[in-house]
């Protein structure tokens, strides 16, 4: 069936580290892929996106890697800070409608 | 650009009560909408697809008779929970997708006492 999962559950940082949040996905079907983030009791906020003809995209202090390979999904947020922290969701777009199947979730906190 | 917004906010109801549950996309039309429902610590799970002038699409195990959905305007999607129970109550949120991505509500915080 279809999933989109995440490895690590929480994720503990210092300010001004890297951190790098992974997800897996187990349908190959999905042309698009999204990190969102959301902050207690809000709705999930857009970060950054990548299609599936692609490897790497980047935006401002995000990273996100995709390996169709072995079905793996990364983002990676350079120097990391206190407002970063929150729940971080992949999600993959089925062709079905246009509808995204999240993952897990991983919550990223920061050391101040 | 690409607003979407949900009303109410959040909502405390009695068991037995129907709740209703807008979301509105602000600066765009859109044809389709989606709805989740989200428990603590976990993630957004896929209820429905909602469709401006048709039937909404409901995930597997989605009672349908039980969470309605009427799309009657390309800028409103309603969810209604009929006869709601504690088991219901949960945080509740649309998106909508536009050619610059899917978009999401603020969110809905349902409490059935």
């Known amino acids: 069936g279809e999933s989109v999962g995440l490895h690590l559950p929480t994720l503990s940082v210092q300010e001004g580290d890297n951190s790098i949040i992974n997800c897996a996905y187990s349908?190959?079907?999905?042309?698009?892929f999204i990190w969102y983030k959301q902050e207690s009791g809000k709705g999930p906020q857009f970060i950054i996106d990548?299609?599936?003809?692609?490897d790497k995209r980047q935006g401002q202090r995000v990273t996100v890697l995709l390996n169709k390979t072995v079905k793996h999904l990364s983002l990676q947020i350079a120097a990391t800070q206190p407002g970063d922290s929150a729940v971080y969701f992949c999600?993959?777009?089925?062709?079905?409608?246009?509808?995204?199947?999240f993952g897990q979730g991983t919550e990223l906190s920061v050391k101040p | 650009g690409a607003v979407v917004s949900q009303h109410p906010s959040w909502v405390i109801c009695k068991s037995g009560t129907s709740v209703k549950i807008e979301c509105r996309s602000l600066?765009?039309?859109?044809?389709?909408m989606f709805w989740y429902r989200q428990f603590p610590k976990q993630s957004l799970m896929l209820m429905a697809t909602s469709n401006e002038g048709s039937k909404a699409t409901y995930e597997q195990g989605v009672e349908k008779d039980k969470f309605l959905i009427n799309h009657a305007s390309l800028t409103l999607s309603t969810l209604t929970v009929t006869s709601a129970h504690p088991e219901d109550s949960s945080f509740y949120i649309c998106?909508?997708?536009?050619?610059?991505?899917?978009?999401f509500g603020q969110g809905t915080r349902l409490t059935v006492v």
């Open positions: 990548i299609r599936s003809n692609m």
């Open positions: 600066d765009f039309q859109a044809t389709t």
């Open positions: 998106s909508a997708t536009t050619g610059r991505g899917a978009f």
């Open positions: 349908n190959s079907a999905s042309d698009y």
């Open positions: 999600a993959g777009r089925y062709n079905q409608g246009g509808k995204l199947i």
